[in-house]
């Protein structure tokens, strides 16, 4: 499981670090189903956690509350040294106060999005949409929420709203606003580009088939599906593993020591 985590961290080309993903991910496939067979629950939950994705992926809180509500620590020995990092970990980051004010500004952004994206994706007449496009582009000064709503209304090119939510976060956070850090995102699109990309693609395994329901457009499962014939199954390992391959990229940037971030 370590070797299977520590392979989330490669770069590009590197294909020593891809064959360890290879051959770990196989060997976690086998201890999944070997021990579920035998009933040992909880070592085939771990293994199946691992294979869902790595722990620098998730939410530090939601991971340790999974650890403690399944009761690995009790029942693992090995397992209790992770619950209470997780736990530690989780505490540090989620609850320190000087965050409060970023998590109720992502807060709102994040719902103001969802209803816009529900409005262009689900309810809004092409040219009701149109006449909404046009009245916030006369009404909006902050350049990047003007950009999130166009990129709504050409779907394809959806990637375009990341820099918004990037730089709420960013302009909303306790630390210093350092003129540098600024000029790497505006000239560095690359990384916010690239992280949407996998946000959107995340988005999309856990909410697709709810959101096709309710008369959403088309996501990239579906669509994969539709290209190739694949089913549903191998259509959800597709994306996972194109959200992988774009997780190399990010790792370049969070590896290069000239970066300011």
Known sequence: MSLHE??????????????????????????????????????????????????????????????????LGEKLSFARDSLVASFVWSMGIVFEPQFA????????????????????????????????????????????WLGNIQAYFVEAKWYHGGPMVTMTAYLSGTNPIIEKELEFLESNRDIIHWSFKILRLQDDLGTSSDEIQRGDVPKSIQCYMHETGASEEVAHEHIKDMMRQMWKKVN??????????
């Open 252 to 261: 370049a940037y969070r590896a290069d020591k000239d970066s300011p971030l």
């Open 101 to 144: 004010y970023c998590r109720r500004i992502l807060t709102i952004t994040f719902a103001l999005i969802s209803v816009i994206d529900d409005i262009y994706d689900v309810y809004g007449t092409l040219d009701e949409l149109e006449l909404f496009a046009d009245a916030v582009e006369r009404i909006l000064i902050y350049f990047e």
């Open 6 to 71: 520590a392979s989330y961290y490669s770069l590009e080309g590197e294909s020593i670090m891809e064959e360890a993903w290879q051959f770990t991910s196989k060997h976690l496939k086998e201890v999944m189903i070997s021990k579920s067979k035998q009933g040992d629950v909880f070592v085939a939950e771990q293994a199946k956690r691992a294979l869902e994705l790595p722990l620098h992926w998730k939410v530090p809180m939601l991971e340790a509350r999974w650890w403690k509500d399944i009761g």
